[in-house]
T-cell receptor, first 116, second 115 residues
Framework: DAGVIQSPRHEVTEMGQEVTLRCKPI?????LFWYRQTMMRGLELLIY????????DSGMPEDRFSAKMPNASFSTLKIQPSEPRDSAVYFC??????????????FGPGTRLTVL | AQKVTQAQTEISVVEKEDVTLDCVYE???????LFWYKQPPSGELVFLIR??????QNEISGRYSWNFQKSTSSFNFTITASQVVDSAVYFC????????????FGQGTELSVKP
């Protein structure tokens, strides 16, 4: 069975450019999460969706960040314009959740973003 | 507010030693879930275990065991007879009931097992 798929695996871009990260969750999962990992802040939740609806985007750092989930099998995280401080590893995770929060999340391999 | 603390930033052991990774959590909620994830050098996050707040039984899976104690708000992870392949960063995480499943992670403990 395919796990969570993320693309690209690596992205190097210049400050000011638009960056789009993509995620395909595990088939049948109804919750999708975007996390960011940095040395300074560790792993932090940016936003999560349940049944394609954004539920909590309080972790999105600022308006430069946006996320969409147009259908159950695809999500994007966009940064426009990108800044060097956005450099991090971005993880997508999915789970089958009823809202109770007890199911484990399965993580994708991550996208390593470098903004020069 | 909820919080997870992994006080050990780095641990180094020699192969075959036992090692315990500490995790202390904070929450006022009575129903919650605790998790451990492993992040090997390749970078992916691998799920290891989930416990709910009403189940304090210890769990053993091969060389791995977990000790959950609500009285001390701790969920410690022990690797018995460590191996080089256990070298990784280990994260403890907390999820609160009815908050959609979002994980609150600790800062992680980097375990290095030397041959």
């Amino acid at each position: 069975d395919a796990g969570v798929i993320q693309s690209p695996r690596h992205e190097v871009t210049e400050m000011g450019q638009e960056v789009t990260l993509r995620c395909k969750p595990i088939s049948g999962h109804n919750s999708l999460f975007w996390y960011r990992q940095t040395m300074m802040r560790g792993l932090e939740l940016l936003i999560y969706f349940n049944n394609n609806v954004p539920i909590d985007d309080s972790g999105m750092p600022e308006d430069r960040f946006s996320a969409k989930m147009p259908n159950a099998s695809f999500s994007t995280l966009k940064i426009q314009p990108s800044e060097p401080r956005d450099s991090a590893v971005y993880f997508c995770a999915s789970s089958f959740a009823t809202g109770a929060g007890y199911n484990e999340q399965f993580f994708g391999p991550g996208t390593r973003l470098t903004v020069l | 507010a909820q919080k997870v603390t992994q006080a050990q930033t780095e641990i180094s052991v020699v192969e075959k030693e036992d090692v315990t990774l500490d995790c202390v959590y904070e929450t006022r909620d009575t129903t919650y879930y605790l998790f451990w994830y492993k992040q090997p050098p390749s970078g992916e996050l691998v799920f290891l275990i989930r416990r709910n707040s009403f189940d304090e039984q210890n769990e053993i899976s091969g060389r791995y065991s977990w000790n959950f104690q609500k009285s001390t708000s701790s969920f410690n992870f022990t690797i018995t007879a460590s191996q080089v392949v256990d070298s990784a960063v280990y994260f403890c995480a907390l999820s609160i009931y009815n908050q959609g499943g979002k994980l609150i992670f600790g800062q992680g403990t980097e375990l290095s097992v030397k041959p």
